[in-house]
């Protein structure tokens, strides 16, 4: 059955001929049809669409076009530009916008014969750790439909978690890839800051962004990778030198050197997710990783860092959301007027938290205390890291401190949802390499195990996360019908 | 460190935010809790570490200066609320 296929094997049955695309979009389609709804994973989804799309692949490869991602349906975060697909991020301030131009990464896809297969629900402009700020309703968990898959890239984790598609895009700013793809029992990952063209998906935090793969095994993650990644002139931040192209067939444990953080065990995690990440441990170590326990003190700083950084830009990259040339627009007795009740009432809370917390931070008088600060913490804990990675292959650490949790348990105090990207922040910091990988299951919920490479080793990583995956307790599938 | 209402009211005006006194308050809580979180950063001292804004060293990139095909005006103007003759219409700008 397509359905039970990895997205690596599709393309085979794709390129071969055993399967036609249109027969693989029908078979997801019908689960989409089935399952979507209840999950809330989607923002956009046309069945015909993605069939008419197949069909275009199909003529493409009966001309002997070579396509790497032949047939291959990826759904794609709502904040990616899509030509001639809504693009809301999730957000009323956008609602009715269409593109009218492709992001890089989705011209890449398309021009490796992939298909569009919808756009994911997420956090309202990728804020959030738990996919309930969506001004569309929250994403539930395949594993418990009470459950937050995580966020911000929850519609994405799920969707490919339930078998609605077999590979997705996410988008990555504090661990918006990783903390989902740990919550839904997925691969997420989150290449080196630049490797990943930012061309098309909206601005959240321009120095911390990155698009990455959502699969359901590392060498699938890696196929996407390698079709996506690499040098853009469109994009100023994007390093020159080509796709990310591993050889996993290379990736062993055997003498890999991995450090992990003190401040990233122990009573930083929940009992069940401290459980599980030594467990995995010592099946790595059985395959002759080399472990070893580092401090990284500059982790406790992670969170706060990342809380005045992270909205500071913020504040700047929304100011464009205005009402005048995209999206709905709220009259006003003036332009001030008319502006400020746009986004007063269209944008949701969350959102309007960071926007003012980013604009406080920035502001005279506040600066120095907190944003310069900020930046100057951001380079102790990228010098620190560094440091350590010069002596060790991996840092590893689980990729959440907890488990999935029940949808509005964290309203209440919107500060312990904040410390939950305690794990994921740093990589985004330093720009570093990042993924998460199933490492079993505690309590019945997925538990993920994360490694962080240094900038530019995006290939070592995956293959090292390759050699990870074949030795840890696979997850499975949700109990879903 | 906490902050007013007076000072929410503030920002929110330099954010161009119009919020209710409902949502200020609730803000000026939020705001105070992440301040607190903030505090420790606050106090430390990093002697004369030079603070960056990127996690990559990164120049000036320049793009050739080379003409190339434009967004199509139309395309351009079709997700505004208001255009009229290929243009956009902006809210009156009113001085005070």
Not at chain 1, 238 to 248: E, F, K, T, W, Y
Not at chain 1, 323 to 333: H, N, T, Y
Not at chain 2, 56 to 69: G, K, T, Y
Request: hydrophobic share 45%; net charge negative.
């Amino acid at each position: 059955m397509p359905v039970d296929r990895t997205a690596a094997a599709l393309v085979r049955d794709v390129q071969s001929g055993q399967l036609t695309p249109s027969e693989v979009v029908r078979a997801y389609a019908e689960r989409v049809a089935r399952l979507g709804d209840r999950l809330g994973a989607f923002l956009w989804f046309d069945a015909e669409e993605a069939l008419a799309e197949a069909r275009s692949v199909e003529e493409r490869l009966a001309a002997g076009e070579c396509l790497p991602l032949a047939g291959l349906p990826v759904a794609v975060k709502d904040n990616i530009s899509t030509r001639g697909i809504p693009t809301t991020c999730a957000s009323r301030i956008l609602e009715g916008y269409v593109p009218p131009f492709d992001a890089t990464v989705v011209e890449r896809l398309r021009s490796a014969g992939a298909i569009v297969f919808g756009k994911t629900n997420l956090d309202e402009f990728a804020m959030g750790g738990s996919n309930e700020t969506s001004a569309f309703g929250p994403v539930r968990n395949p594993w418990d439909l009470e459950r937050s898959p995580g966020g911000s890239s929850g519609g994405s984790a799920a969707a490919v978690a339930a078998r609605l598609a077999p590979a997705a895009l996410g988008s990555d700013t504090g661990g918006s890839i990783r903390m989902p793809a740990a919550l839904c029992g997925i691969v997420g990952f989150k290449p080196t800051y630049g490797r990943c063209s930012r061309y098309g998906l909206v601005a959240f935090g321009s120095s911390l962004d990155q698009i990455g793969p959502m699969t359901r095994t590392v060498e699938d993650a890696a196929l996407l990778a390698e079709a996506i990644t690499g040098h853009d002139p469109k994009d100023g931040t994007s390093v020159a030198c080509g796709p990310i192209r591993p050889d996993l067939s290379q990736g062993t444990l055997r003498g890999k050197r991995l450090a992990y953080p003190t401040e990233l065990a122990g009573e930083a995690l929940h009992p069940a997710v401290a459980r599980s990440f030594e467990q995995a441990l010592e099946r790595l170590r059985a395959e002759g990783a080399e472990l070893g326990e580092v401090s990284l003190p500059s982790i406790r700083l992670a969170v706060s860092t990342y809380y005045i950084l992270a909205p500071a830009e913020a504040s700047s990259n929304l100011a464009r959301f205005d009402g005048v040339r995209f999206g709905p627009r709220i009259e006003g007795s003036g332009h001030v007027e008319a502006v400020a009740r746009t986004r007063g009432r269209l944008f949701g809370h969350e959102v309007k938290t960071r926007i003012v917390v980013g604009t406080y931070v920035l502001s005279a008088g506040y600066y120095e205390a907190y944003y310069a600060k900020a930046q100057q913490a951001r380079t102790v804990m990228r010098r620190e890291f560094l440091d350590v990675l010069a002596r060790c292959d991996a840092i590893v650490s689980p990729a959440a401190p907890v488990t999935a949790f029940r949808l509005g348990e964290m309203s209440a105090d919107p500060v312990a949802l904040k410390m939950l990207d305690l794990c994921t922040i740093p990589a985004n910091m330093g720009g570093f390499c990042a993924l998460s990988i199933p490492c079993g299951l505690a309590d019945g919920l997925p538990v993920g195990l994360q490694l962080l490479g240094a900038p530019m080793q995006d290939e070592a990583l995956l293959e090292t996360a390759h050699a990870a995956e074949r030795v840890l307790p696979p997850v499975g599938d949700p109990p879903l019908n | 460190m906490s902050i007013s209402l007076e000072e929410v009211r503030h920002v929110a005006k330099l954010a161009r935010l119009e919020l209710s006194e409902q949502e200020m308050v609730a803000l000026r809580s939020e705001l105070n809790a992440l301040l607190g979180l903030f505090s420790e950063i606050e106090s430390l001292d990093f002697d004369a570490i030079e603070g960056q804004s990127h996690a990559v060293s990164l120049q000036n990139v320049w793009a050739d200066d080379i003409p190339e095909e434009p967004l199509d005006r139309t395309a351009a103007l079709q997700n505004s609320a208001l255009a009229r003759a290929g243009l956009f219409v902006v809210p009156t700008i009113i001085e005070d």
